[in-house]
T-cell receptor
Framework: QQQVKQSPQSLIVQKGGISIINCAYE??????FPWYQQFPGKGPALLIA?????SEKKEGRFTISFNKSAKQFSLHIMDSQPGDSATYFC????????????FGTGTQLKVEL | NAGVTQTPKFQVLKTGQSMTLQCAQD?????MYWYRQDPGMGLRLIYY???????DKGEVPNGYNVSRLNKREFSLRLESAAPSQTSVYFC?????????????FGPGTRLTVT
């Protein structure tokens, strides 16, 4: 059962462009939405996270937009750089049901010069 | 402070063999997790341990067993490996701090079952 759907599966962006990754969820009990970044051969690492009581959170070039009514959230990477090339996973947690992450299927981002 | 460590990094097994993947964390976290990562499927939770002495099944527990040896260590055992268990396995740990639910991941174990 895919509780968090992520798209696109892969993305190629030119240096300086905007990368956009979208996720949708079904479980209305989810109340914490992190994004993880994974480089080849490494474990995922937390990039940025949002709670549903805010519609947007920005950290540097990374922004999460959250639409509670549509049950959708997205990651925007502004001024994308080759060093941003990685796999990105959205995730969701029902904090009342334990600290168990439900991951999306991942987006492989490549930023070209 | 090594964070989350996993051994081994790579392993090749024949069908039917058994092995234990080891995980340790030095962050004094209560919760620990085992995930598998397969292409196009993201990370899927195999088992987790909310605290020392407790373990619970995740999304894909069949064919695996776990042991929470102490607060630091959480091992994953494959009793009779199958080719379907070829995957990259990640261990993670976490501790709730305010509104943060960050999980810290180890570097992974790449397992091939032939």
């Amino acid at each position: 059962q895919q509780q968090v759907k992520q798209s696109p599966q892969s993305l190629i962006v030119q240096k300086g462009g905007i990368s956009i990754i979208n996720c949708a969820y079904e479980n209305t009990a989810f109340d914490y939405f992190p994004w993880y970044q994974q480089f080849p051969g490494k474990g995922p690492a937390l990039l940025i996270a949002i709670r549903p009581d805010v519609s947007e959170k920005k950290e540097g070039r990374f922004t999460i937009s959250f639409n509670k009514s549509a049950k959708q959230f997205s990651l925007h990477i502004m001024d994308s750089q080759p060093g941003d090339s990685a796999t990105y996973f959205c995730a969701a947690i029902d904090t009342g049901g334990g600290n168990k992450l439900t991951f999306g299927t991942g987006t492989q981002l490549k930023v070209e010069l | 402070n090594a964070g989350v460590t996993q051994t081994p990094k790579f392993q090749v097994l024949k069908t039917g063999q058994s092995m234990t993947l080891q995980c340790a964390q030095d962050m004094n976290h209560n919760s620990m997790y085992w995930y598998r990562q397969d292409p196009g499927m993201g990370l899927r939770l195999i088992y987790y341990s909310a605290s020392e002495g407790t373990t619970d099944k995740g999304e894909v527990p069949n064919g695996y067993n776990v042991s929470r040896l102490n607060k630091r260590e959480f091992s994953l055992r494959l009793e009779s490996a199958a080719p379907s268990q070829t995957s990259v396995y990640f261990c993670a740990s976490s501790e709730r701090e305010g509104f943060s639910y960050e999980q810290y991941f180890g570097p992974g174990t790449r397992l091939t079952v032939t």
